[in-house]
Each structure stands twice: as C-alpha cells, then as structure tokens.
C-alpha cells in the first residue's frame, strides 16, 4: 500500500467542511441535519409557551418563527461574519433560567390593559435579548473571548465536550419508554444503518439518521391509523394538526409581531442582567462545540480569531432572534455535530442548503405541521444515538493528553463530576429535591446575581468548564505536551487552515473521499 492510499484510509468523513455535493444531495443531507435537531427545536417553543399559557394558534407561529430564524442565523454564521464551520444554529436551553424569571416578573406586576398577559411576557422576554446580545457581539467581534482558548487545554474541552451529551442523560430513556416498541425500532435502525448497512450502501452511508427517522415515524403512523396506538400514547400522530394548518403565512418572519418592548420596564432591565448569565453558559458551551465540530469534521482546530467571529454571528443571531420574538437566543446545535459523526457528512453547502429549506419551511404551514408530529419515542432514540456520539467525541480529545499523569486524571475526573453532580443540587428539573439559589429578599442587585449564579450553576457544561479551566490553570505536575496544549498550538494556526481549505477546493463537483 502507498503513502497516498494510507493517507486516504484514515478518513472518516466522505464529504468533508469544503466539499461540494451535488445540488439535490446537498438538500436532502441538509434537510437530514434539521431533522436530527428538530425535537429540541420544538421542545424549546412548548416550554416557554407553556409557562406563558400560549393559545394554540400562536404556539404555532412561535415554532415557525423559530425554525425560520434558525435559518436566518446559520446563514450568518456560514458568511464571512462567522466561522463558517458546519454547524446549525439555532435555539439554547441556557436561556430558560433567566426567561421563566422574566414570565414571572411580568405576571407579578398584574399589569392590566388591552394586551394579554403573555403579549406583555414575550414583548419583556425579547427585548432583554436583544439587549443583552450586545455583550455577546462585542465579547465576540472585538476577540476578547477568543483570548480564552488560551486558557483552555484538551484536558478542559474533552470532559466539557463530553458533557454536551451527558447532560442529557435525563430525556434520552425516559422519552424513549413512552413508547419502547417505536423507540427501540428507531434505535436499532440507526445502529444497522449507520454502523452495517453504511458500509454496503451510499443511500445508507449518507442518510442513516433521515432513514432511521422515516422507519420510527412510520411506524407509529402504521399503529395510530390501525388503532394499535391510543391517542394518549407519545407515540401516537396527531394528523388534526396538519388539517387545520394553514398553507402558507408569512408571519414567521415580520420583526416584532408581538408589539415592541417597553425600554423604560424595570422588569426588562432586570432580565437583562439574568439573561446574560444564559449568555454565558451559551458561550461556554458554543467554544465546546466549535471543538467538537472541528474534531469530527477532520478539520484542523479551531483559531483564535474563528471562536472570536463565531461567538459574535452568535451574539448577532441572539439579536436577530430578539427582533422576530422567538422567545429565545441562538446557539450552535450539538445534535447537529453527533450527526456528522453518524451521516459522514461535515460540507458546509450542506449546512447552508438545510438553512435555505428552513427559509421556506416555516411559510409552508402544511409542512411545519407535518413535522410537528414527529413522535417523542422516536426524538428520544435519536439522541440517544447522536448525544452518545457527542460524548465520545469529547473523550477523543483526550488522545492527546498524558492519561498517565495523576494530575491530569485527577481535573479530568473531578470536572465530570462536579458537571454531573452541582446541576442535580441546584435544578429542580433534575431533582424534586433540589435546592435553588433565591436571594430575591436581599435587593435588586443581589437577585440578578442569584439568577446569575443559578443560571450557571445548573449548566452541566459551564460547571465542568470552569472547575477544568481553573484547577488546569493553577495546578502544577504537568508540562504543555502532557497538557496536550504543543499538539493543539501547531494544528490550531492559520497555515493548518489554509492547507485544508486548498485540499478541500481540490475535490470536484459531488466527489467523495474514500473512508
């Protein structure tokens, strides 16, 4: 065997970050990238919407406005503006915290008049993160927050990396047991499919993660119109929401439909300062996912300069999402990463092609609907595929490190740890018997930086980032090379991009790397 022919074997990635599928292709993998993100996606609109009580027919438009600015938002982060890695933006479940404080400011008040109590909600909820996005765009675009990866060695991001699927240890089975037939169907289809039946075919090499789906859904299709799956079952498709749909609207994408925010709300202005705390975890968890992304896309590391630019189309999209009222900010979507792992697949005209379909899909009402009955037995076999692939990827970073220094071990274990373990302390949607930071009697300030601190404290990932960050930083018994840090200093430069990017340009139109 030659030099070249060994070279070429060692890859895992067919379509790599400047691959160019062709046109039809690079639709259908990207409308399979969406896919794997779409349960979170709609998850985060009924969380919200159900705390503010929203009618139906808004919740409704709340899930396209989202799915649209997903859109919008992963466009930037694929133009100069960004990084232009191969990763989908869309919503964070590390705004939750500072949202439900701001619902319950706002209810609090009892403001009476011709809006409705959730119009006020959403109208304070938008404008703190149009606000607060600010401190993510300059934190971003000026590189101050690029400067932290100096402070970060793989000992810090593998364990953080791990921790983006970890984290979600608690919906993977217990979405998947209410219904364990479909579930269980859907998991082993995406185990043939992408670790056998891959190697044998293209069709399942490229889209295991859209075939297992189409098996899952299927299937409950087949048990609800037979009968065999009750309509209180998880399972079971609600095909009366497709009906009474409408076919198109453009209301996704006009820019403050809810009314403009109140710039003189005292409630705004203290959920700016919790929102930021979300802002935070965000950020921590996007240099996470920057890593991963390049890891399982076979791309060098990521540079300074590229966390600064990503981070700020970050904070840009944030602000975007406060215009359109999505009730939420943006972040890179860690789903979207395991599956690049599975589908083989990291080209950014892929990315790109899933975010134009999403440009268009919320304005079909037809359509969105249809993708609204996407069983939850069947969302959570899928993450349990694709963040169980995450949390290996992390591990991998630890290739790298001396795992025979005591000192290593000792940070990596006790950064899994206290991720694990604070989160189930303070979040009481971890634990009934959890115990929140409330400090809301000692004065304004005191409680915005309770929201903070509880904000943080209750994010897996921002936990092991900062016990690794500071325990990696002060303690000694290891050099640059044990650290893994001499590895990562050479392949994250500019020259280890430009050669990627010149071998990338070099593929022809739809070709392939042999893996």
Not at 213 to 231: D, E, H, N, R, Y
Not at 287 to 296: L, M, Q
Not at 376 to 404: T, Y
Not at 447 to 462: C, H, K, P
Request: contains cysteine.
């Amino acid at each position: 065997m030659t030099t070249k022919e060994t070279a070429e074997t060692k890859h895992w990635i067919v379509y790599p970050i400047g691959s160019k599928p062709t046109w039809p292709t690079a639709v259908l993998l990207g409308i399979q990238q969406y896919l794997t993100m779409f349960g979170a996606t709609v998850l985060i609109p009924f969380i919200i919407g159900g705390a503010m009580q929203l009618p139906p027919e808004q919740m409704a438009l709340l899930i396209s406005t989202i799915f649209f600015t997903s859109g919008v938002c992963t466009l930037i982060q694929q133009s100069p503006l960004g990084n232009r890695l191969p990763i989908i933006q869309g919503g964070t479940f590390s705004f939750l915290g500072p949202t439900f404080a701001i619902i319950g400011m706002v209810a609090a008040k009892k403001v009476t008049g011709d809006l409705p109590l959730w119009q006020l909600q959403i109208q304070e909820v938008a404008g703190a993160i149009m606000i607060a996005s600010v401190v993510e765009i300059v934190l971003g675009y000026t590189g101050i927050m690029g400067q932290v990866k100096r402070l970060i060695s793989p000992i810090v991001i593998g364990p953080t990396i791990a921790m983006i699927g970890l984290a979600l240890f608690s919906i993977g089975a217990p979405w998947m047991a209410k219904n364990w037939i479909i579930s269980m169907i859907t998991l082993i289809a995406l185990i043939l499919y992408s670790q056998v039946f891959s190697t044998k075919s293209r069709v399942f090499m490229l889209f295991p993660v859209l075939l297992a789906i189409a098996t899952g859904w299927s299937i409950a299709l087949i048990g609800t119109l037979t009968g065999l799956i009750s309509p209180d079952n998880a399972a079971y498709l609600k095909t009366d929401l497709i009906f009474a749909a409408p076919w198109f609207s453009l209301m996704p994408m006009m820019p403050f439909k809810w009314g403009f925010p109140d710039l003189g709300s005292t409630t705004l202005w203290a959920g700016v300062f919790g929102m930021l705390a979300g802002y935070l975890a965000s950020m921590i968890e996007s240099i996470g996912d920057y890593y991963a992304c390049a890891r399982i896309a076979e791309a060098p590391v990521p540079t300074s300069r590229m966390i600064s630019k990503g981070l700020g189309a970050e904070g840009l999209g944030c602000f975007i999402a406060g215009v359109l009222q999505t009730c939420n900010g943006t972040t890179s979507y860690s789903e979207n990463i395991g599956s690049i792992g599975l589908t083989k697949v990291a080209s950014r005209r892929v990315v790109r092609c899933g975010a134009l379909v999403m440009l268009f899909i919320p304005i079909i009402g037809k359509f969105g609907a249809v993708l609204a009955t996407l069983p939850q037995p069947v969302v959570g076999a899928m993450f349990v595929g694709l963040f169980g692939m995450i949390a290996s990827v992390g591990l991998s970073n630890l290739q790298i490190v001396n795992l025979n220094n005591s000192r290593n071990l000792f940070i990596i274990g006790i950064s899994f740890f206290a991720g694990l373990s604070v989160p189930y302390h303070f979040s009481p949607m971890l634990s009934a018997a959890a115990v929140p930071i409330d400090w809301s009697a000692s004065g304004t300030v005191i409680d915005v930086l309770g929201d903070i601190l509880q904000a943080i404290l209750t994010t897996g990932m921002a936990v092991t980032a900062i016990v690794g960050i500071i325990l990696d930083n002060l303690l000694p018994g290891a050099t640059k090379a044990e650290r893994g840090l001499e590895f990562w200093e050479k392949e994250a430069s500019e020259e280890a991009w430009e050669k990627a990017e010149t071998e990338w340009a070099a593929m022809k139109e739809g070709e392939m790397r042999p893996v």
